[in-house]
């Protein structure tokens, strides 16, 4: 989501250096305007105050503290998500600190506090650069839909767990191989099981909460890609799964398309009810709540906010 969020913004700043012809001090200043983001994780109150609900507790405090710090000082680095000890526990990427820069600052009220900082800056460049690689439904030889009842943010949680990925493609079990400092992104693979019979899916596009997409190589002499797209559908998800022709020689092209317009539809039609079955059975036993929906920036939202920022500070300046 922070990645995410960073890149919506990096986006929405660019298209107005590139489109703005004003010269005053703040238009000129739009390319100096950047991001930091800090997760903690710990304990606090809300209690309600003048009609108004307040978070306080002594990580409240620390949290507020995060906010001058000497990272980039130290560091150089300028846009930033810093990640306290506890937070990294909590959401259990200790493998993805691994590859961050560890910091500590040290606060006269609370101590030493120890983060993990990501620099934004090539989560921006690779976005940017990446050639996007997708089945468009123009393209799709094989099209299936279903309604998952979760939210787009879980439904993606779903959809990347190996368990609930073998019940979408009806397989006997799904792992997932290559993962990059214990995520999952382009260059991973998911590996269904059928029987004796592996077939690997490696992904070549990994767009959180938006799409996947995925080159499965289990026909022989054939390459196959499909998009796994989700858009926001009430309080729940629209799940549309694209299949790309069969690529290779002619003569097998043809038994390809053949293979999924037959085998493969049964399967999907079948994995998507029960995958979305296995969901509302998660939510009716209440190992999950549909939360709230993360909204990826809107750039008119952004250019807007951008705007108002410069121009409190060229009033004050």
Not at 5 to 28: G, H, Q
Not at 211 to 231: N, Q, R, W
Request: one cysteine or more.
């Amino acid at each position: 989501m922070i990645e995410e969020t960073y890149i919506a913004f990096r986006r929405a700043l660019e298209s107005m250096v590139l489109n703005t012809t004003c010269t005053c001090n703040a238009c000129r200043n739009i390319s100096s305007l950047d991001l930091k983001f800090f997760v903690h994780h710990a304990e606090f109150m809300r209690p309600s105050m003048g009609g108004h609900e307040e978070l306080i507790g002594n990580d409240v405090n620390a949290a507020f503290r995060l906010t001058k710090n000497t990272i980039t000082n130290d560091t150089g680095i300028r846009a930033y998500t810093a990640y306290t000890h506890e937070a990294v526990e909590a959401l259990d990427i200790e493998a993805f600190a691994l590859s961050l820069t560890k910091h500590v600052d040290t606060y006269p009220d609370v101590g030493q506090i120890e983060v993990f900082v990501q620099d934004m800056v090539p989560v921006w460049a690779k976005a940017r650069e990446r050639v996007r690689q997708h089945v468009t439904p123009q393209d799709a030889v094989l099209t299936f839909e279903f309604e998952a009842p979760l939210p787009p943010t879980q439904t993606w949680d779903y959809l990347s767990n190996p368990e609930y990925r073998a019940i979408l493609m009806s397989v006997d079990s799904n792992s997932i191989e290559r993962k990059n400092d214990g995520r999952i992104n382009e260059g991973s693979v998911f590996v269904c099981a059928h029987g004796k019979r592996r077939t690997r899916h490696t992904i070549v596009d990994w767009r959180p909460f938006e799409e996947m997409t995925f080159e499965d190589s289990g026909l022989p002499g054939l390459k196959v890609y499909f998009t796994i797209c989700l858009a926001s559908a009430g309080s729940g998800t629209r799940v549309s799964v694209r299949f790309s022709k069969a690529h290779g020689s002619i003569v097998l092209r043809s038994l390809g398309t053949l293979f999924l317009k037959t085998v493969v539809k049964r399967g999907v039609d079948k994995g998507g009810a029960a995958f979305a079955a296995a969901m509302q059975r998660d939510i009716d036993a209440g190992v999950v709540a549909p939360q709230a929906q993360f909204l990826t920036p809107d750039a008119s939202a952004i250019r807007a906010a951008a705007r108002k920022s410069l121009s409190h500070e060229r009033a004050q300046g």
